[in-house]
């Protein structure tokens, strides 16, 4: 990560599954196996943009189990995936947007980093696949910084969740 992101909080995750880095990689990249795993237990996602290219961008939106907290995400920098490399990294800013993709503020705190910039590297073994996600805030301000810093239990247990869908559909994969 380059300087200005090295000064920020950063998070970090592991996890292995059981499957081919080649289905690993398109259920990050591929629209079809996205929609059907990204977000907690009991979250849709319906996607209006996924071109998960360097340089593509993604749209799309996030409803509650109970459909009353609508949340609009965006996979972008200006649009913009910023790195795809198969089937070994994806690398993209996450933020906040309304529906015609412009970055807004987080529905749930005004001191939320407007971007957050994701590294995900998939590293086969035998078989399976090993991916290390690294997320932090870009171009944050210090109370920024600070209100990442102190969600991170929460952001890892929310990635643990995610983790745990994209698990299942593997394994419905295979």
Known sequence: MDNNLSQSFEISITRVFNAPRELVFKAWTELDHF???????GVTLQIFKMDARSGGEFLGIQTSPDGNQVMWTKFAYQFAYQEVVEPERVAYIRSF????????????????????MNSISLEDDEGKTVLKLKGCPVNALAE???AYRGMAPR????LESIFNRLADYLAFLN
Not at 35 to 41: D, H, R
Request: glycine fraction near 6%; avoid cysteine.
């Open 144 to 146: 920024e910084q600070e």
């Open 35 to 41: 929609a059907q795993w990204w977000g907690p237990k």
């Open 155 to 158: 952001l890892l247990q929310d």
């Open 97 to 116: 947007s309304d529906e015609q993709g412009n970055t807004v503020r987080s529905p749930f705190s005004v001191s939320w980093p407007l971007e957050i």
